[in-house]
């Protein structure tokens, strides 16, 4: 394998580092050793808060007479920032406070939210599509492994991640859910984690959950870890050390000699 260039200019940190997972998948390859990369979905590689927002939107039009504070919510949304973790949270900003509205939009939200159809309001993260498909031609089997469950989410996440040009469904891929929908996430992925392990050597992981980081971190010594800095459950615990904190998946600015 030819040696990296010396990385003048590139930041130390989240986008170098992401960088020399596939270097590292590239030499595992040449050396016809099988590598793993697990990445999680929500809030990782994709952001879906846009998907709230739809909902929130088709709810307020579907319902308009009986939500008058949601549908004076939107003359003065801003942006995405507003959208928490937290649906209570994300209405309380926009001040939709009427108990009665508040418990009519949670169940109308969830339905639509944990199901196949409305996935496709989610946007990837920048640079999302473009990493996983470098490190699937590298060579790695891309792993997805997310707490949507199989019997209402399968069908919309595999249409999500073609739509976008991920790829899925192909050689060097597997998509990994629960599945029920009531189980527990930090337990499902440590309990599939066992079985990953038996698979190859994992060299990277992406989570947007400081809990299910460390467990996987901890699971997977040898691997990059990384923490992709979107949002997270409220009251999780502090992130372990040696995880690195990325903000999206964009690599450090090509250099000459460097693959396209
Ligand atoms: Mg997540």
Do not use: C
């Not at 927002?53 to 003359?75: H, T, V």
């Not at 108990?99 to 199901?115: D, L």
């Not at 473009?130 to 089997?141: L, M």
């Not at 992981?205 to 699971?219: C, G, H, K, T, Y």
Request: glycine letters at 6%.
């Amino acid at each position: 394998m030819k040696k990296r260039p010396v990385s003048r200019g590139v930041p130390p940190g989240g986008p170098a580092a992401l960088d020399k997972v596939i270097d590292l998948v590239e030499a595992r390859t040449a050396q016809r050793r099988s590598t793993l990369a697990i990445f999680d979905l929500d809030g990782t590689l994709f952001d879906n808060r846009t998907r709230t927002m739809f909902i929130l939107r088709e709810i307020s039009e579907k319902f308009d007479a009986r939500l008058p504070q949601l549908s004076r919510a939107f003359s003065s949304f801003r942006d995405l920032s507003e959208v928490d973790y937290s649906l209570d949270v994300t209405l309380r900003r926009l001040k939709v406070v009427s108990p009665v509205e508040t418990k009519f939009i949670k169940q109308e939200w969830s339905r639509r939210f944990f199901s196949d159809e409305y996935q496709k309001y989610d946007m990837p993260l920048a640079g999302a599509k473009s990493y996983v498909e470098k490190i699937h031609a590298a060579g790695a089997t891309v792993i997805y492994l997310t707490g949507r469950d199989v019997g209402r989410m399968l069908v919309g996440m595999t249409e999500v991640l073609r739509l976008y040009g991920f790829p899925v469904g192909v050689a060097g891929t597997m998509t990994i859910v629960k599945k029920e929908f009531e189980q527990d996430d930090e337990i499902f992925k440590k309990e599939v984690s066992e079985y990953i392990d038996r698979l190859g050597e994992v060299v990277a992981v992406f989570e947007n959950e400081p809990a299910n980081s460390n467990i996987l971190q901890a699971r997977f010594p040898g691997a990059a870890s990384f923490f992709v800095e979107t949002q997270h459950r409220p009251g999780a615990p502090k992130l372990n050390p040696g995880i690195v904190r990325i903000k999206d998946f964009r690599l450090p600015a090509l250099r000459p000699g460097k693959r396209p």
